[in-house]
């Protein structure tokens, strides 16, 4: 048989970027790149997202990594802005502060104030407590004041004195002295003008003694009512000075309080704010009298007013929440770790006698806090990982409004008791990152996901390989190089690393839109000119960063190989073999794929149980190559069972394959070895075979074409090159070839082949050397073609089968003859 007509030309192997096609010397003469590559479809859709204002458009930038989501996303989250600004539009963009709440202490408010102000009305207020310190302690200390306060306090004991001389004569009439004693007023009785003894009192006859607490009795009754009228004296007292310290203070402050309402008039709750404080004022006006009796305080107080200890100046204190004075235009915030405090904010706490105290003081914003009014960019992947964030998070952006509480309630468990901020209103735009699969999940078991991420930005990791693509390509490497300030490069290393980006994606007419991948090449590739001396970096330094590259990860790769080649796993590469090829898969352990070939081997006998996948039934195969199994059965049935059903067992297995099977790239090659086992045909050893089949007998494209070439390239090196030796691939695959140039040159040089086949037929032939033949007219294959043979093999086992069956079933009708005479002989 020819097989030179399925061979692949060494040219067709990789596509080559001709360095002659740039007209630059290196990437020096370029400008930068500032745009971005082939993302038409997400620019689009993420210009749409950014510009609608309506409840829900938030954006999922779906893709995978290392394709440019968050460069992309904040590039036209700037250009919207400077767009907008352009047009006279304007943002807004305020400052929040948390402020004293008089009604509800443990629900502290928040204010809004434009843009920079918030720190302004902090200073405010602390320089309004600055100056009604200084102007009331000023009051509170001149002689008027003094004064007066004195003729008040002296007014209310000289009534006092007054009732209690008069109580003192009375009972001196009726023989009694008032002392004063640790536990109160005592009446004593007197005798002869002397105050008797408690033994002297008892020494007294009965009738005596009687009389005397009759008067007693009279007496304490009068000197309980002049106390119960000597203290509300007292309080009268009190309530007069306090007025007129109140009027002192209020005639004192009302000026400072006046020129701040006026200043933030336009704003309701700051003027409420500065109204209770005013109040406030006027109703602690003692503690601006100057340095005051320290008071022992407890702890239960210091939590029933949900202040710090002794700090009665507490609601002069203003919390800039969000300060936004240095912030540009609308704030752009980017969360690399959202959990719930970095997302949410918290409530920080002061350890105090032996508990936990908090105020508005103590309060921390989150990212939600400081994106308010602007954008938030946020990892799909981290916000779902974290606990209690993600529903905390819908539940912000359907409500438009965010309060601070305590992570520890979101889980469940128990948490200090402490503040409970009312919430603020939130308006931004949450910009989410995320892979395809992630995005298809949410939108399928999340029912809110639809109502608040309605714009999907779907980035592609591939771009069509056109001129205008390729030279953007250099002007991103010129970008790099300026960026990272790395040694530019010549034609022949911007030539090589867009060879490399059309490897990455397997396909001739794509390269991929993975900068970060492409980034990380181009540093390594500067790393080793530099090594080198070198002023610019050319093709060959970028060759050499991928093969150091390779190095590093194939560590696996090259243990494998060694077990194939000293005979450990068994992998023949010359000879025919009955029932037995070399299938092609790939290994992808993250950080490297590489490709390796696996026996695999078909036994065929009498029975009726078809074709049995030794993988599936050890519990070793994925569903995509049962799916495959199964279609070679369904193939079996199309062509050879048309005029009788089929009749046979066979056995296919991977041989020392112990971690499992998956994918139908093997289906071709599983269907070849049932072939060669039922034609009883000799398989070529040299040539190892991947692509899936359909039930037409069309040999299909499959993935990780190039690791598979270069997979048994290697081991057909290790093993010695013939000259014969080579790989059998879809047709449909040319297009993604991408190999690395020594095994292109080994095809060049005729010591190794690539073939190209389109159907099982062609396969067959170039594997057994032997027509695969076509049906006559009379429906009948060529008895010598191997699809005659297969014809005739299975025909032959049919037949064998049914008269086993047949000698079988008289077998079986003799036994049971047998038995009824014998029975009946002994009856």
């Known amino acids: 048989m020819d097989v030179s007509k399925h061979e692949v030309p060494p040219d067709q192997l990789r596509w080559r970027c001709d360095p002659a096609q740039f007209d630059f010397d290196c990437t020096a003469d370029l400008a930068p790149l500032h745009e ?24 999922f930038l779906s893709g995978l990594t290392g394709t440019g989501k968050t460069s992309v996303a904040r590039t036209y989250i700037r250009k919207l802005i400077s767009e907008r600004e352009a047009r006279g539009e304007s943002y807004r963009v305020s400052d929040w502060c948390y402020i004293y709440n008089f009604v509800q202490t443990d629900r502290p408010r928040m204010v809004e104030l434009s843009r920079g102000k918030g720190r302004e009305f902090r200073d405010d207020i602390a320089g309004l407590l600055q100056h ?16 007066e306060r004195k003729a008040l306090i002296e007014e209310g004991q000289t009534r006092q004195q007054e009732m209690f001389t008069r109580l ?47 008067t007693r009795n009279g007496l304490r009754k009068g000197l309980e009512e002049l106390f119960e009228e000597s203290q509300d004296i007292e309080r009268v007292t009190t309530e007069k000075v306090q007025e007129s310290d109140r009027k002192v203070a209020e005639f004192t402050v009302s000026r400072s309080y006046d020129t701040l309402e006026r200043k933030y008039v336009g704003s309701t709750d700051i003027v409420q704010f500065l109204k209770e404080l005013k109040a406030y004022t006027l109703d602690r006006a003692d503690s601006f009298k100057g340095p005051q009796e320290e008071k022992p305080e407890s702890f239960l107080s210091i939590a029933s007013e949900g202040a710090r200890p002794g700090d009665v100046f507490l609601p002069f204190q203003v919390n800039v929440f969000v300060d936004n004075g240095a912030t540009q235009g609308p704030p752009i915030v980017v969360e690399t770790n959202p959990n719930y405090v970095n997302l949410f904010g918290k409530v920080e706490r002061r350890f105090v006698l032996g508990g936990y105290i908090s105020d508005h003081t103590m309060l921390k914003p989150g990212a939600l806090h400081l994106a308010n009014g602007g954008y938030l960019l946020l990892s799909a992947v981290d916000v779902l990982s974290n606990p209690a964030v993600w529903p905390a998070l819908k539940r912000a952006l359907k409500t438009r409004e965010l309060g601070i509480e305590e992570p520890f309630e979101q889980m469940g468990l128990i948490a200090p008791q402490g503040l409970r901020p009312l919430p603020a209103p939130v308006d931004v735009k949450v910009i989410l990152i995320g892979d395809s699969n992630l995005y298809h999940l949410l939108s399928a078991y999340d029912e809110d996901f639809w109502e608040i991420f309605k714009v999907k930005a779907d980035f592609d990791y591939e771009v069509s390989r056109t001129p205008e693509n390729t030279l953007a390509y250099a002007a991103f490497i010129a970008g790099c190089c300026k960026d990272c300030e790395l040694r530019h490069f010549d034609r022949t290393g911007v030539a090589r690393v867009v060879e490399y980006a059309s490897r990455m994606v397997s396909d001739q007419r794509k390269l991929s839109s993975r900068f970060a991948f492409i980034k990380e090449l181009i ?49 023949d590469t010359e000879g025919e073999v009955v029932g037995q090829v070399n299938g092609l898969s790939v290994y992808s352990l993250g950080d490297i794929m590489f490709g390796k070939p696996s026996r695999i081997t078909c036994r065929t006998f009498l029975g009726k149980d078809g074709v049995i996948n030794i993988e599936r039934e050890s519990n070793l195969s994925g569903s995509s190559h049962d799916k495959g199994v199964l279609i070679m059965g369904g193939y079996l049935g199309w062509k050879y069972a048309q005029d009788a059903p089929l009749s046979l067992s066979a056995t296919l297995c991977f041989e020392q394959s112990y971690g499992g099977v998956d994918g139908d790239s093997a289906s071709c090659a599983e269907l070849y070895v049932l072939l060669s086992s ?9 040539v190892a075979v991947t692509g899936s089949v ?82 006559r007219k009379d429906g009948c294959y060529p008895a010598r073609s191997l699809n005659g043979r297969v014809v005739s093999r299975l025909e032959t086992m049919a037949g064998r089968l049914k008269e086993f069956q047949s000698a079988g079933f008289e077998a079986h009708q003799s036994s049971a003859g047998c038995t009824g005479t014998c029975g009946a002989a002994e009856r």
């Open 523 to 571: 540093e390594e590739a500067e790393y080793w000119a530099r090594k080198e001396g070198a002023a610019l970096v050319n093709g060959t330094h970028v060759q050499k960063a991928i093969e150091e590259r390779r190095f590093r990860h194939n560590l696996s790769d090259i243990r494998l190989r060694d077990m194939i080649a000293d005979g450990t796993i068994l992998i």
């Open 132 to 147: 009604l310190k200084k102007d009331l302690t000023r009051a509170f200390s001149t002689d008027e004041y003094k004064d």
């Open 694 to 775: 359909n039930q037409r007998g069309e040999v299909q494209p499959i993935g990780g074409v190039n690791q598979k070439i270069e997979g048994f390239y290697q081991i057909c090196l290790a093993k010695g090159l013939t000259g014969t030796q080579g790989v059998m691939i879809p047709r449909r695959n040319l297009q993604n070839l991408s190999l690395r140039e020594e095994v292109v040159e080994a095809v060049r040089a005729g010591r190794f082949h690539v073939y190209a086949v389109d159907s099982v037929d062609e396969g067959l032939e170039l594997l057994c050397g032997v027509p695969a033949g076509r049906k």
């Open 36 to 59: 971005f590559i082939g993302q038409d479809r997400a620019i689009r859709a993420i210009e749409f997202g950014l510009s609608m204002q309506h409840d829900g458009f938030n954006i």
């Open 678 to 686: 039922l034609a009883e045909a000799p398989l070529r050893q040299d």
């Open 168 to 214: 003192r004569t009375a009972a001196q009439k009726k023989g009694f002295l008032i002392q004063m004693t640790q536990v109160g007023a005592a009446l004593v009785p007197l005798k002869n003008g002397k105050a008797l003894s408690q033994d002297e009192f008892l020494a007294l006859d009965v009738k005596e003694r009687n009389a005397i607490e009759r």
